[in-house]
């Protein structure tokens, strides 16, 4: 299903402006296996972008430099593979536009165009983006618990929840999964905030690490992670947040929450200390 793609191919690249190069996916694909529905999704959320490596030429042909923030919401039919979406951005380098926003323009409607629902872009000058910083998640690191690992594979019945009712935000620097078509390593730093009866940490340590062979797209596996803690945990309230490390200067960072929850947007915009 994904033999179309540039993914894990020789690739030349363009330096000419070319919106055709964006391959979009169709998540109900992976949506199937989760039995969940496009048209009845059981949570909200977006997947957030960043964009280190983008350049184009202004009016005079002096290049200009930026780092974007692309937001794809989760209830877009299609996600964008990454490789395509590289090869769209240098495809920018030598493509003259007047304006900032003249970009800004071209983004949004090729990338909507692919994802199949409106994207929004934002262009940072490097000092605008510098100031924001690296941060550390808020909450409770579970990494350094003496656990004993044995599965490599998901599995949802490490999950368990019993005793008090809590508010709490939990998160690993462990999870590692893999790309389904390259096999390379994806690794990413998992946030998981829920208000419901308390979490096994030990388990939810376990089924983090247990992604660690596990080859799927960075989207997909949150969306497994949000569903197997909602079965499992059966939470009042849950957001599922990973920010996975950058791969050809695009890191991926797919939030689920529950619906009719908020978030807060100092923590979505935050940059963690591996990015």
Not at 176 to 188: E, G, H, M
Request: hydrophobic residues 40%; aromatic residues 8%; proline residues 5%.
């Amino acid at each position: 299903m994904v033999d179309h793609l540039q993914l894990g191919k020789h690739t030349e690249y363009v330096s000419v402006y070319t919106p055709s190069l964006l391959d979009p996916i169709p998540r109900a694909m992976a949506r199937a296996e989760l039995a969940i529905k496009n048209e009845s999704l059981p949570f909200a959320g977006v997947d957030i972008w960043t964009g280190y490596e983008i350049s184009w030429l202004n009016g005079n042909g002096l290049p200009q430099q930026a780092i974007a923030v692309f937001s794809i919401p989760a209830d877009s039919p299609n996600i964008i593979e990454s490789k395509s979406f590289k090869l769209y951005l240098n495809s920018f380098n030598q493509t003259k536009f007047n304006t900032r926003s003249e970009v800004i323009a071209a983004m949004e409607s090729d990338l909507s165009a692919a994802a199949g629902a409106p994207v929004l872009v934002d262009l940072e000058g490097l000092d605008q983006f510098a100031s924001v910083g690296v941060q550390r998640p808020r909450g409770i690191c579970i990494d350094h618990m003496d656990v004993e690992i044995e599965t490599y594979s998901p599995d949802a019945n490490l999950l368990s929840a019993t005793g008090e009712l809590v508010s709490e935000t939990l998160y690993s620097d462990l999870l590692k999964s893999n790309c389904p078509v390259t096999a390379q390593p994806d690794w990413a730093t998992l946030i998981i905030s829920y208000r419901g009866t308390a979490i096994s940490q030990e388990g939810l340590l376990r089924y983090i690490v247990s992604y660690r062979e596990h080859q799927d797209f960075h989207e997909n596996c949150v969306e497994r992670i949000y569903s197997d803690i909602m079965a499992q945990c059966q939470p009042e309230s849950l957001m599922v947040y990973a920010r996975y490390t950058r791969r050809g200067g695009l890191d991926i960072n797919p939030l689920r929450h529950s619906l009719g929850d908020s978030v807060d947007a100092l923590d979505i915009a935050s940059r963690l200390v591996r990015q």
